[in-house]
């Protein structure tokens, strides 16, 4: 039996676990824009990044963790301009925690954070043929709008993927949903 996990929102102080973390999940699975190499930033790029979500309405990122280890992490990023109403859903957990809860767990904080801060819709990429994951999103309301094709190339080969909303109730539709 796993150990129990916790949910907690990013600080600046998580920089260098986190991009060791991904790294790690860089290496586990093919459905991130990166691999094993990670994301390519500095310890103190990473901090800054985090130093500036820790307050932010607009952008945020969770974490789980387990015995003070990152085992999973969810970002919700609001976009910019005419599409403000709208912010971009990412989730990622390592091999070894999938079906514990913890993805569940993410994404509810990030929907939670999400109709705190008044955004109206969140969307996501997922690769068409990750089910598990569609499954997950679905379970919360989003749903496929389209496929990208070729999204990824990887040893020569197109990886399709989808392109998933979800619509959030406004503010004074919130006790009707």
Not at 28 to 40: C, R, Y
Not at 91 to 100: H, Q, T, V
Not at 104 to 130: C, H, K, W, Y
Request: glycine fraction near 10%; aromatic fraction near 10%; charged fraction near 30%.
């Amino acid at each position: 039996m796993k150990t129990a996990f916790e949910i907690r929102r990013a600080e600046a102080a998580d920089a260098a676990a986190l991009l060791e973390y991904l790294k790690i999940i860089g290496g586990e699975t093919e459905n991130l824009s990166f691999g094993p190499e990670g994301v390519p930033l500095s310890v103190e790029a990473e901090a800054s990044y985090l130093r500036n979500q820790e307050r932010s309405a607009d952008n945020v990122q969770y974490l789980a963790e387990a015995d003070g280890e990152i085992i999973g992490t969810a970002s919700l990023n609001r976009k910019g301009g005419r599409a403000r109403h709208r912010g971009e859903f990412g989730i990622s957990l390592k091999r070894a925690w999938w079906g514990c809860g913890a993805s569940s767990a993410l994404t509810e904080a990030i929907l939670a954070f999400a109709r705190e801060n008044g955004f109206a819709q969140l969307d996501l990429e997922v690769r068409s043929d990750n089910t598990r994951a569609i499954r997950l999103y679905e379970r919360y309301g989003f749903r496929k709008l389209c496929t990208f094709p070729a999204f990824f190339r990887m040893g020569g080969r197109d990886i399709d993927f989808d392109l998933m909303v979800l619509p959030l109730p406004e503010a004074g539709e919130r006790g009707n949903a």
